[in-house]
């Protein structure tokens, strides 16, 4: 039989989303008194358990299953700490399971035993092939330690986009790990330029990288998304379906046109453009599905896409939605009395309109050529 590691690892995740830029946010929580480097900012995870730790320390087992298991324990951890919500949140939950494993860590056949275990968890949606699936993070590990890092990108396509913004508030289930007196129950999303000037981050978590460095890892692990053949100069209605594309791939401020231009270099001096994605940004009291006029940002700007190409920009308004509504048939529906969505449907419809008279007055492509444009993934 193998004698004990001296040294029990530790795992952990380090979760990352885009911001309305072109930077990421890493999510910190705030460590607990009785923890060492007790009121500093670290990192989801913690150390292996008991079996994890005998098979990580096996040499007996592969490094693919080492990998596995450490990947497995980062995941647990990170779970048991921000797997709870706030009372009355309304987020999705994603199951989880973690396959059993017996794995022998010794000549005399002596084995260790990860039991199955499945339930559901208020996180993004694709940590649950954390485990299994190599190619969901990155690691690294901190210099001259066994402590291993696991790098993850919320993507809205994968984790939707309810995940991107404020209203998923992580927060440890029962307690004790985390001190839930600051930030939001004790979680705190900051820039990836933390990691280079804060000084009340866990000692550790400071050496672990520079911001270059994961931003290059988090462009890694970003989905591929469909590659546009037009560019944001080639006439007001490219711009208007490269716009569409922006929300619908997620990507927002980084959309990029066939040039390699994002919006956010392409809206930097174009006021209605950058009041008008800051619009859509926001969260609307308006849920219809579909590509209707009172829809999510994606479907609508579509919408307006189609509706320009079909109507032309004087006659556009004329186009009717999945539901066979005009833009006006919206504004004057009274949403069965509720005046909040009455309130932000018409304003929706002024913004509209001032956008795309905005747009209107640039010179248009040939329609030829327009017609000639097609796109690729």
Partial sequence: TSDQPTMRPGAFVLLLRPTDGEDFEVLLQYRAKHLSNPQTWGLVGGQLEHDEWWIYDSQRVSEDLRQRVLRRAALREALEEMGGVPEGSKMPYTPIIFEPLCVQVAADGQAMRLPRQERRWPVPAGLSFLENDPHRSKQLRVENSHTYVFVYLIDPLRDGEIFMGDKWQPQEPRGGEVDQSKGNFGYQWRPLSCFESDEDLQPWVQRLGQRHQLQQLALQLELPRPKPEIGWKDGPLQELQLLALAFESGLQWRQCDQNGCTLKEWAEEKEILKST???????????????????????????????????????????????????????????????????????????LRQFLRAMEVCPEVPAEKAAARRWKT
């Fill in 277 to 351: 994605v800051k619009y859509f940004q926001e969260e609307l009291p308006m849920d219809f599905k579909g590509p209707v006029w009172s829809g999510k940002a994606a479907r609508v700007l579509r919408l307006c896409a189609d509706a320009v190409q079909k109507k032309g920009w004087n006659d556009w308004e004329e186009q009717r939605d999945l539901k066979k509504f005009t833009l006006k048939d919206w504004e004057d529906w009274d949403f069965k009395g509720d005046e909040v969505k009455q309130k932000a449907m018409k304003e929706r419809g002024l913004l």
